[in-house]
């Protein structure tokens, strides 16, 4: 409890000092005072540690994905991790000649590793997981003595500049790769690097030292500035330090697997300067977004969506550690509020990578940034673990199902920056290597660690994917081509009886689910909650599960049209355009569905999908033979109008958007309307 006094008082200190004519020598002096007061308390403070309700399974126990989301998962393997020139980035961070801000190259080998290895070991891929390895030992071997394992020169980096700008957000993933490699796998040396790593940051920012300054301003100066550019310590300026204290999230983990407290001390002494640096009071606000008083938009100026969710992720493990219950208060009202209004009905988020006030969400344009999938993926299935709280995972398989592999082309394997629900292909994927590149690839090697989890007795089902569990005794798999069909198999093949409580999701869109063990009814089954089956599970044991899935039409809520303008530093901004067009899109069950012009080539090449097409809403699409093996079905066919003339319209689920070539056809130009689509359409 001392600790959240501390910064509550330090928070209104500063708020108090705007207010009044003082020097801000004087205030640093105080201020400072305070912090080095919290950080150097911490040891002393008695900590009550909060039990995750559920623990993801290794990954190694997750075996043969197979189906839609199996077959991309290979995609990412095979046509992009292997093939991706990681030698050439690793070079560049062994070289460490780096001065520009720039962070394209810098981020992609904490990400490659990470991806490579979580790869290799889910598919038992044993030439990705060596060369894994000996790309991790290339960059392990060229940390320096002081532990850093950048890319910026060493000339450049002095105990007044000990990081280039952009430097605390690349080795977040640095950071990230070492812990993942050491939990799968027991490397010591990676761990050890991650040690290291820390150690640097520790050696130079702390009390008395360097801080996450996103400026040159400084208290009372910086109190609700509005800033542009970017900064010395901390990335972007305009997101008001949030890249440097996003080193939190991976020196708290780095705390959870040592038990070393400076590693607590320090993160805690991160947080709690958040108000300060960023001179908005972002953090104490957040208490505000929690009772419904202010969107997450309103926190500060601009809200860069992915920046928030990995500091985000630094408050849940520290209220995990500590048992602080305002940490997750704020952190649930966060993502409460971006769920209610920015989050698209795909189960994105981002718009041009920040959140924008009310339900201000455009079609087209800038839109849910693969970065921004990414981190909005691992803070929900965090909160999952954490509460047991099934509206978390519900909206995991809402991202999973439609937006994580669209983002993705289908051949290649690369991800694009942004997918909007609208828009063309296949430009806008082929762009990298970027931050989003990487997020993409990094996503996807994830999707195994959100499928099961585990507690004691108690063995959970997030995810519906066709594939196998091993664990050291408790062996399943689960047959299905879910979300394509309703039914879904789960046969033990355990060779020993064993003793587990089953932990069933139940999807809370679905209206009538339906349960049977051993070909037993199971009464009274919950949409919306985790089914409890208890018994000492033998081989042969069958459990088969049917979730019906509504198809329907559905109109878009707080509608608008859009025009766009910018910040001083660039960044893309929306003002709403009144509009008495409402468009509608179909859904079947959790799967959106999109007009995917690549598709209908019944139509003219030069068709404006937004202009020349009209979907009659009044009948539901019928389903129809899907145009390729490769496909997520069903594919519907619904009637419309063209030009004023009827038609009869495909239309396949946004998931699929990545796919623009074909065996039966000639691809068009690529700047054709061809490649064009749209979740949102408008109606007769």
Known sequence: ??????????????????????????????????????????????????????????????????????????????????????????????????????????????????????????????????????????????????????????????????????????????????????????????????????????????????????????????????????????????????????????????????????????????????????????????????????????????????????????????????????????????????????????????????????????????????????SWMQLTQMLLELTGDVKYADAIEKLMINHVFAAQAAEEGICRYHTPPNGTKPNGYFHGPDCCTASGHRIISLIPTFVYAENGKDFYINQYLASDYEGDAFKFRINTTYPETDKIELAIVSEDPVDKNLMLRIPSWCKAPEVKLNGNIIPEVTPGTYLQLSQKWKKGDKVEIRFPMEEKWITRAHHSDYTMYYLPGGEHMYKEVPTEIIPSAFMRGPVVYALDMFWNTQLDASADLNKDIRINTSVLPVPVQKQDDKMLGPVYETKGLFRGKEVKLVLTPFVNIGQWTRTDLPDPDRHSNAYTYGIWLNHI
């Open 1 to 374: 409890m001392q600790k959240a006094f501390i910064v509550k008082i330090t928070s209104g200190f500063n708020y108090y000092m705007s207010k009044i004519n003082v020097r801000s020598g004087f205030l640093l002096l105080v201020t400072s005072v305070l912090f080095i007061t919290s950080c150097t308390s911490t040891g002393k403070e008695k900590t009550v540690k909060v039990e995750a309700r559920e623990r993801p399974v290794k990954i190694s126990a997750v075996k043969n994905i197979t189906g839609f989301f199996g077959h991309r998962m290979d995609v990412n393997r095979k046509n992009y991790l292997e093939t991706f020139p990681i030698d050439k980035y690793v070079d560049f961070i062994v070289k460490r000649e780096h001065t520009d801000w720039n962070w394209t190259q810098a981020e992609q080998h904490g990400k490659w590793v990470e991806s490579a290895y979580l790869s290799a070991i889910q598919s038992d891929d044993q030439a990705l997981l060596a060369k894994a390895k000996d790309v991790l030992d290339r960059i392990i071997a060229s940390q320096e003595e002081s532990g850093y394992v950048g890319a910026t020169a060493r000339d450049f980096r002095s105990a007044e500049r000990p990081v280039r700008g952009m430097d605390p957000y690349e080795l977040y993933f640095v950071f990230h790769a070492f812990m993942t490699v050491y939990e799968e796998t027991g490397n010591g040396k990676a761990l050890n690097a991650a040690e290291k790593l820390a150690g640097y940051f520790l050696e130079y920012f702390g009390p008395g030292k360097q801080e996450f300054w996103p400026s040159d301003l400084r208290p009372p100066e910086n109190i609700r500035h509005k800033l542009a550019g970017t900064s010395q310590f901390a990335g972007h300026s305009v997101h008001y330090s949030w890249e440097g204290t996003l080193l939190a999230d991976p020196v708290t983990r780095l705390y959870e697997l040592t038990g070393k407290q400076k590693y607590l001390d320090w993160s805690q002494w991160v947080v709690s300067n958040i108000d300060k640096w960023s001179g908005w009071d972002s953090f104490s606000r957040l208490d505000s977004v929690a009772d419904g008083k202010l969107g997450v938009d309103e926190l500060q100026p601009y809200v860069h969506s992915h920046t928030f969710h990995m500091n985000f992720m630094g408050f849940l493990r520290l209220y995990r550690i500590t048992g602080d219950e305002s940490l997750l208060r704020k952190v649930t009202g966060a993502w409460n509020d971006i769920n209610e209004r920015q989050m698209y009905i795909t189960g994105g988020v981002s718009v041009a990578e920040h959140y924008e006030h009310d339900y201000v969400k455009p079609l087209s344009g800038n839109i849910v940034e693969t970065c921004a999938t990414m």
